[in-house]
């Protein structure tokens, strides 16, 4: 089994600059992709960048150009670095899993990124 543990976010005005970070533990063997997706109040969940096994990476138009996701080809942790922070990027940040045999996600806890003035 394989457990993700998410620390970071909070409160930042806009324009600032956020780093959120998720360990994984357990069979780390059997990720091949972990990544970061978002909800904000009233929305779908939705991607917002993902790190594959063999280093690729991927992120929604929305924020490319201002958060990079930064993984290691263990899958020990990934963490995600928002830059230049806007208050439409207010939600809650999940940490995801995605593993081979596939068999349902693994999900973090969540925790609350709220940008505001």
């Known amino acids: 089994q394989v457990q993700l543990v998410e620390s970071g976010g909070g409160l930042v005005e806009p324009g600032g600059s956020l780093r959120l970070s998720c360990a994984a533990s357990?069979?780390?063997?059997?990720?091949?992709?972990m990544g970061w997706y978002r909800q904000a109040p009233g929305k779908q969940r939705e991607l917002v960048a993902e790190?594959?096994?063999?280093?690729?990476?991927d992120y929604s138009n929305s924020v490319k150009g201002r958060f990079t996701i930064i993984g290691d080809s263990a899958m020990n942790a990934v963490y995600l670095q928002m830059d230049s922070l806007e208050p439409e990027d207010t939600a809650v940040y999940y940490c995801?899993?995605?593993?081979?045999?596939?068999?349902?996600?693994?999900w973090g806890q969540g925790s609350q990124v709220t940008v505001s003035s």
């Open positions: 995801n899993a995605q593993l081979f045999p596939a068999t349902a996600d693994i």
């Open positions: 357990g069979n780390r063997l059997r990720i091949v992709a």
């Open positions: 790190y594959t096994r063999h280093g690729h990476t």
